[in-house]
């Protein structure tokens, strides 16, 4: 299970080396035309060729004076300096709009189909957000960025470092050190810089979206399942909420947990991380993880 978790961690960032997906021709014909890196051009122009092999006939959709010229990557740092080393991720929470709009659901909507985003009880959770200043590794923005209900904003490189706890515990702080001031000293061109850019390095953006969207984003990431970086997220956000003044009870609050913390059963089956659901109403059921 865990090899699993990784691996969709991994899946947006090696994406031009080898992966097999399906997509519309809309999509196609925009991604051809939007393309922003030498990269995706190429790649979008072998899958137009693949297609009008078969279909000729729609070569009238794939024209190259449609095409964007110039290359886009992330913000690089105005400035270099020594990589900071991150233990976690970041999170910053910037505001909650129309809270009183929410309505509270039961997890019978939510598991094992979300029923949010289409049952009437719950328009008006459409209404309502809440909004984050996020900072996270490059590896993992891509899981970060998995739900398409959630609006983000464009990317920005911070120039600091996160090391997962099995790398801290192995002593090679060091190494991934030395490993950033080597990538920090490309200059370009901009989109090459990106592509080498290491797992580790941070990125920094905003991030919201409606209780609706929120709820399904957040249904399964403070289970110990969950990749490091996530479930720190998400357990970070709760517990700024909980410094808000937000009750256990909230439901506002209710959106950052398992559903074994209301339910008192797993909901993963043979993939049972091994929490103690006991102690969920005397212990911390939030806490840090540890190696």
Known sequence: KIAQEQLRMFIPIIFPTGLDFTINLSSLVAMYEAAWSPVMRHVTSRMAEELLRVYPDLAFMFKQEKRRESDWSPKLPAEHHPARMKYEPKLELLCVTNEHTLVSFDHEMTHPVDKLHFSPETMNNSTGSL?????????????????????????????????????????????????????????????????????????????????????????????????????????????????????????????????????????????????????????????????
């Open 131 to 291: 909004e984050t200043r996020i900072e996270i590794s490059i590896a993992t923005m891509g899981q970060d960025q998995r739900h398409r209900t959630i609006r983000r904003s464009e990317p920005e490189i911070t120039g600091d470092f996160y090391i997962p706890p099995i790398v801290k515990e192995l002593g090679l702080e060091s190494e991934a050190i030395e490993l950033m001031r080597h990538w920090a000293s490309l200059e370009s061109p901009s989109t090459l810089v990106t592509i080498l850019a290491p797992y580790g390095a941070t990125v920094a953006y905003d991030k919201s979206g409606s209780f609706n969207a929120l709820a399904h984003e957040q249904l399964k990431r403070t289970c110990w399942c969950a990749q490091e970086e996530i479930y720190h997220l998400s357990r970070n956000l709760r517990k700024k909420i909980e410094n808000g003044g937000k009750s256990t009870d909230s439901q506002l609050l209710s959106m950052f947990e398992p559903a074994c913390y209301r339910t008192g059963k797993c909901a993963e089956g043979i993939r049972y991380c091994g929490r103690d659901i006991t102690i969920r109403g005397t212990g911390d059921y939030f806490p840090k993880r540890r190696v």
